[in-house]
Nanobody
């Protein structure tokens, strides 16, 4: 059974940094192996933050995080990272990791809270 486990969330002041990690396990082969980060606040839809291709050569970011967040991956560890710098209060959300094989798998989420 595929499992995604996120970590690294927490509470920081505006301008601070956090690094999220997501480790995948339990799958033998994943054709596309695109890993992504999404975030969600209560009462709103889950929104795309960033994604990275299987090789790591292609990355995509939401406009709201461009220049502040950096996605990367370590395939030897089946782990994707999200380095978040210059955090703003509006970045406060539950952050979820997603693996697309093409079957889609989600992690349980890690909370990020940014205070002003």
């Amino acid at each position: 059974q595929v499992q995604l486990v996120e970590s690294g969330g927490g509470s920081v002041q505006a301008g601070g940094s956090l690094r999220l990690s997501c480790t995948a396990s339990g799958y033998i082969y994943c054709t596309y192996n695109v890993m992504s980060w999404y975030r969600q606040v209560p009462g709103k839809e889950r929104e795309f933050v960033s994604s990275i291709s299987k090789s790591g050569s292609s990355t995509t970011y939401a406009d709201s995080v461009k220049g502040r967040f950096t996605i990367s991956r370590d395939n030897a560890k089946n782990t994707v990272y999200l380095q978040m710098n210059s955090l703003k209060p509006e970045d406060t959300a539950m952050y979820y990791c997603k693996l697309s094989c093409p079957a889609v798998y989600w992690g349980q989420g890690t909370q990020v809270t940014v205070s002003s």
